[in-house]
């Protein structure tokens, strides 16, 4: 790849990094509004879902329009984790913001709440799993905004590195 090559599959990967933050924000958006009204946790869901799509669609556009219909795997798999960097790198940023100025301890009270159910205690006494129950809400109720940001941001980037593989399995094209 030439140094020109190089910096166009980063140019369109940023740009269609912003376009998947777009599609995590908005699925993270509805897992918070969903925890107290299910139906936006359907939604959440299916824009999980839709990220490995919106991804492959996105890559077969870059290698139809800027590459002339070829592309290789590893470039594609390169397309493919630079997309995850940018968009991982820009969700961390939103949920830093949501986190540090916005949640308010809302997100820690909700799953206090649904722990502290009948039903959840019961299933929770099934499994033996009080003390581990508790030491993760001791864990979650003293993590600053900041970590919950690099710990997505972390997980994302990982997931994409997996996910990569079969959407630039899937999408190269050689002569």
Same mark, same amino acid.
């Given at each position: 790849? %030439?140094?020109?090559?190089?910096?166009?599959?980063? +140019?369109?990967?940023?740009? &269609?990094?912003?376009?998947? +933050?777009?599609?995590?924000?908005?699925?993270?958006?509805?897992? @918070?509004?969903?925890?107290?009204?299910?139906?936006? =946790?359907?939604?959440?869901?299916? $824009?999980? @879902?839709? %990220?490995?799509?919106? !991804?492959?669609?996105?890559? *077969?556009?870059?290698?139809?329009?800027?590459?002339?219909?070829? @592309?290789?795997?590893?470039?594609?798999?390169?397309?493919?984790?630079? !997309?995850? $960097?940018?968009?991982?790198?820009?969700?961390?940023? *939103?949920?830093?913001?949501?986190?540090?100025?916005? &949640?308010?301890?809302?997100? $820690?009270?909700?799953?206090?709440?649904?722990?502290?159910?009948?039903?959840?205690?019961? !299933? !929770?006494?099934?499994?033996?799993? /009080?003390?581990?129950?508790?030491?993760?809400?001791?864990?979650? =109720? /003293?993590?600053?905004?900041? &970590?919950? +940001?690099?710990?997505?941001?972390?997980?994302? @980037?990982?997931?994409?590195?997996?996910?990569? $593989?079969?959407? +630039?399995?899937?999408?190269?094209?050689?002569?």
């Amino acid at each position: 790849m %030439t140094p020109a090559e190089y910096v166009q599959l980063k +140019a369109f990967a940023r740009l &269609d990094g912003a376009r998947l +933050a777009l599609l995590w924000v908005a699925c993270f958006a509805c897992y @918070i509004v969903g925890i107290a009204n299910p139906l936006y =946790s359907m939604v959440a869901i299916v $824009l999980m @879902i839709a %990220t490995p799509f919106f !991804v492959s669609r996105r890559l *077969a556009k870059f290698r139809d329009e800027g590459l002339g219909g070829v @592309i290789s795997f590893g470039r594609g798999w390169g397309y493919s984790l630079y !997309v995850f $960097l940018y968009a991982s790198i820009l969700l961390a940023l *939103a949920q830093y913001v949501y986190f540090a100025f916005i &949640d308010q301890g809302y997100l $820690l009270k909700s799953f206090t709440e649904a722990l502290s159910s009948s039903e959840a205690r019961q !299933v !929770v006494e099934q499994y033996g799993a /009080q003390q581990m129950i508790q030491e993760s809400m001791e864990q979650f =109720s /003293q993590m600053r905004p900041i &970590d919950y +940001a690099l710990n997505i941001l972390t997980v994302n @980037i990982v997931i994409g590195a997996v996910l990569g $593989l079969p959407i +630039a399995a899937l999408i190269k094209k050689i002569k």
